[in-house]
C-alpha cells in the first residue's frame, strides 16, 4: 500500500479515537445521551458587574455545583458572542443555548411585552412583580411558549433614567428636536420620544456609547447600573431621575432544546434558577443605588430629581401613547394594571 495511503488511513484512526473519547460537548439540537457532559452557552450584551452579569455567573457555578459537573455554563458578557439584534436568532438556531434581553427586545416577536416600555404605567418594582405573578406574567409568559421560547425566569435591571448632552430635562418642551437611542425592536418606545418632541434612533446597545461620545444621538434612556458599568456618564453632562419605565430581563432557552435536555438536568436548572432570581432583584436594588451616588460623586452630572408636577407634565405629553397603547399591547393588559389599586400595592 503505498505511503500516502497509509498516512490517511492513520490520520482516520486516530481522529476516530479523539472523537470516541471526547465525554464532553457544547449542546446542540440532538438528544443528549446519559452521562455525557453538557456544555451550555450563555450570551448577554451588558458588563459582568451589573445585576445580570454577576446573575449569570453565580447562575453558571451554581448549575456547575448541583449536577456535580454535568453541566457547564459558558457565559459571554458584553456582547462578545452576539449582539442583542442577533441573540434572538442565535437561540433559534442553537448557536447559543441562554439568553436573557431586556423585554424591549422582544416587541417585534411578542408585542405584548412592550408593555414594559409604557412610561409610568408601574408604580413601583412591587407592582412589576405583583403583575407578573398574576395573569399579566401567565399571559406574556404564554405568549413566549406559543412561539417556541421556554422562559426560566424575570430578572430586575430596575427602573430607567434619561440622559443627554444638551440640557437638563425637566420639561417636556426640553425634549425638542433632540435625537435620542432607543432599543431595537419596540414601537413604544420610539412612540415615546416622539410624544415628546424628540427623535428616536434605534440601535443596538453596544453601539450606544460610540454613538454617544461622537454625538451621533445626544441622549438615552438606561437604569443607573447600565449607565454607570458602559460609562454613558461621561458624554452625558444632565440627568433626569424619572423612573419613568421598568425594565426587566427575560431569561430563556429555545422550548424544543429545553424538552431535550435530561429530565434531571431541567430539574437541577429550574432549582437554581429560582435560588437566583430573587439574589439578581436584591443586587439590581443596592446596585443602582450605589451607582447613582457614584455618578453624583463623580461631579461629572448634573442630576435632576423629576418632581410629581413634573411627572404629570410628561404623562400629559404622552397622552397619544396612552390613546395607542390597547392597539399595541392589548386591552386585556392595560385594563388589568389599570385595576391594581394602592392597597394591592401594599400587601
Known amino acids: 500500500m503505498p505511503k500516502i495511503t497509509l498516512l490517511k488511513l492513520l490520520c482516520v484512526f486516530v481522529s476516530l479515537f479523539l472523537l470516541c473519547g471526547c465525554k464532553s460537548r457544547v449542546v446542540d439540537n440532538e438528544q443528549v445521551k446519559p452521562g455525557e457532559k453538557i456544555v451550555l452557552k450563555f450570551s448577554h450584551v451588558v458588563a459582568e458587574d451589573t445585576p445580570k452579569g454577576l446573575a449569570a455567573r453565580k447562575f453558571a457555578e451554581l448549575l456547575e455545583k448541583r449536577t456535580g459537573g454535568r453541566v457547564e455554563v459558558q ?3 458584553n456582547s ?8 434572538m436568532t442565535a437561540l433559534r438556531n442553537g448557536s447559543v443555548h441562554i439568553i436573557a434581553p431586556s423585554t424591549s427586545k422582544l416587541g417585534d416577536l411578542f408585542p405584548r411585552w412592550q408593555i414594559f416600555d409604557v412610561p409610568y404605567i408601574f408604580k413601583d418594582s412591587n407592582h412589576v412583580h405583583l403583575a407578573m405573578r398574576g395573569e399579566t406574567g401567565k399571559a406574556l409568559y ?3 411558549e406559543q412561539g417556541g421560547i421556554y422562559p426560566l425566569a424575570f430578572w430586575d435591571n430596575g427602573f430607567k433614567q434619561i440622559s443627554n448632552r444638551i440640557r437638563p430635562l425637566v420639561h417636556p418642551s426640553d425634549f425638542k428636536d433632540l435625537t435620542f437611542r432607543v432599543m431595537m425592536n419596540s414601537t413604544v418606545l420610539k412612540e415615546q420620544f416622539r ?7 434605534q440601535m443596538s446597545f453596544h453601539e450606544v456609547y460610540g454613538a454617544l461620545s461622537s454625538h451621533a444621538v445626544d441622549g438615552q434612556e438606561n437604569t443607573m447600573s447600565n449607565i454607570s458599568s458602559q460609562k454613558f456618564y461621561e458624554s452625558q453632562p444632565y440627568l433626569t431621575v424619572s423612573n419613568h419605565a421598568f ?14 435536555l435530561p429530565p434531571d438536568i431541567r430539574t437541577a436548572l429550574g432549582e437554581v434558577m429560582k435560588e437566583v432570581t430573587p439574589w439578581e432583584t436584591r443586587q439590581a436594588e443596592i446596585i443602582n443605588q450605589r451607582d447613582m451616588k457614584a455618578i453624583r460623586e463623580s461631579g461629572k452630572v448634573d442630576i435632576h430629581m423629576q418632581t410629581p408636577g ?13 390613546i395607542k397603547l390597547p392597539g399595541i399591547v392589548g386591552p386585556r393588559l392595560v385594563d388589568e394594571l389599570d385595576d391594581w389599586s394602592d392597597n394591592d400595592l401594599k400587601q
Open 80 to 87: 462578545t458572542l452576539y449582539s442583542d439584534g442577533e441573540e
Open 310 to 322: 413634573e411627572r404629570e407634565e410628561w404623562k400629559n405629553s404622552l397622552r397619544e401613547l396612552y
Open 247 to 260: 425594565m426587566g430581563y427575560v431569561v430563556m432557552m429555545d422550548k424544543k432544546f429545553w424538552q431535550e
Open 142 to 144: 404564554g405568549d413566549l
Open 75 to 77: 457565559v459571554f458578557p
Open 195 to 201: 410624544c415628546m418632541g424628540a427623535i428616536p434612533i
